[in-house]
């Protein structure tokens, strides 16, 4: 069983940057991709970012593109995502998911664990 427990969320000005870290415990996270998903409310959630178990990859929405950057530190057994340039359509709670799955990175049903999710604010 692998715990995920998200950090870093918070309240920033449009334009500003955050860096969210996802902490997993509990299995052998080097064996999962890691992905971020948000879910605004009223709103589906929806896949933003992947990483490949072995980081050699990485999946990015059209709507982050060239401002989220998803990295992880199998050391720490932790993925990060580097928000920049943040707009206020990026509010939403941010979850963290790993998935033993390979490909399909996009759809909610490949990922086995969940986090709890952060808050993510962007003010106008």
């Known amino acids: 069983q692998v715990q995920l427990v998200e950090s870093g969320g918070g309240l920033v000005q449009a334009g500003g940057s955050l860096r969210l870290s996802c902490a997993a415990s509990?299995?052998?996270?080097?064996?999962?991709?890691m992905s971020w998903f948000r879910q605004a409310p009223g709103k589906e959630r929806e896949f933003v970012a992947a990483?490949?178990?072995?980081?050699?990859?990485?999946y990015d929405a059209d709507t982050v593109k060239g401002r989220f950057t998803i990295s992880r530190d199998d050391a720490k057994n932790t993925v990060y995502l580097q928000m920049n340039s943040l707009k206020p359509e990026d509010t939403a709670v941010y979850y963290c998911?790993?998935?033993?799955?390979?490909?399909?990175?996009?759809?909610?049903?490949?990922?086995?664990?969940w986090g709890q999710g952060t808050q993510v604010t962007v003010s106008s």
């Open positions: 509990g299995g052998t996270f080097r064996l999962y991709a």
């Open positions: 990483i490949s178990w072995s980081g050699l990859s990485t």
């Open positions: 998911a790993a998935s033993s799955q390979v490909g399909g990175y996009g759809s909610a049903n490949r990922y086995d664990y």
